[in-house]
């Protein structure tokens, strides 16, 4: 009996995680497609063909799901520190970091969700502080962590690792996504390639190690 019970467990965790990334991946095409109050509990559970309860059980509400779609977009995106090895030399992490944040940034996906935020402010706030903390807040804290290890292992001086994620971050979204922000035709991929690379080259070369003559 208890081997029989171990089995139907592990058999219905995986169905249960399968429901759980269904519900999450609808609710991501819903609220961007249609805003956050465009959308309901209703219009999700129907997407991801699961019942309503089903999706309450899971997330508890409305808000936090949309919180929670917000940090899975991150992850999908390579901005997540499971995604960052901080035993590698920032040469090689800060470049690749810096082109997936600039992707995930300019994404029409994540360009909408900023809309949504922004208009919302007012009438929703707590949707503007969940789109924060689990958006720019988290992957300020991605690209801060790695910096502290930097620093301590020597490889950068960085002193004050929050606020150079945030200069890095700020500087790197530049002109690519304010263009795609009011739907301007979007800059030459070889033109944004070589601003990400000045950036990087500007951050890296500000933040190098001390040496001593």
């Known amino acids: 009996m208890s081997n029989l019970s171990t089995q139907h467990r592990s058999r219905g965790r995986p169905r249960s995680e399968e429901k759980r990334e269904n519900i999450l991946a609808a609710a991501t095409r819903l609220f961007t497609d249609h805003g956050y109050d465009g959308v309901s509990v209703d219009d999700i559970a129907q997407a991801a063909e699961v019942s309503k309860q089903t999706v309450y059980t899971h997330f508890g509400s409305k808000e936090n ?9 991150c992850r999908s995106s390579g901005m997540d520190a499971e995604a960052v ?5 920032p040469e090689q992490v800060i470049p690749a970091l810096a082109r997936r944040f600039v992707d995930l940034v300019t994404s029409p996906e994540a360009l909408r969700v900023y809309a949504i935020c922004t208009n919302s402010a007012d009438s929703h706030p707590r949707i503007a502080e969940l789109f924060y903390r689990h958006g720019p807040m988290a992957t300020v804290s991605v690209l801060e962590g790695y910096l502290a290890a930097q620093h301590h292992q020597g490889r950068l001086q960085v002193p004050e690792p929050h606020a150079a994620a945030w200069q890095l971050l700020c500087m790197l979204k530049g002109e690519a996504h304010l263009r795609r922000q009011f739907g301007l035709e979007p800059l030459a991929a070889a033109a944004e390639q070589a601003y990400i690379d000045r950036c990087v080259e500007v951050f890296l070369r500000a933040y190098a190690p001390a040496t001593h003559d």
Request: aromatic letters at 8%; charged letters at 20%.
């Open 85 to 89: 090895d901080k035993n590698a030399p």
């Open 65 to 73: 799901l949309f919180g929670l779609a917000v940090a899975a977009k």
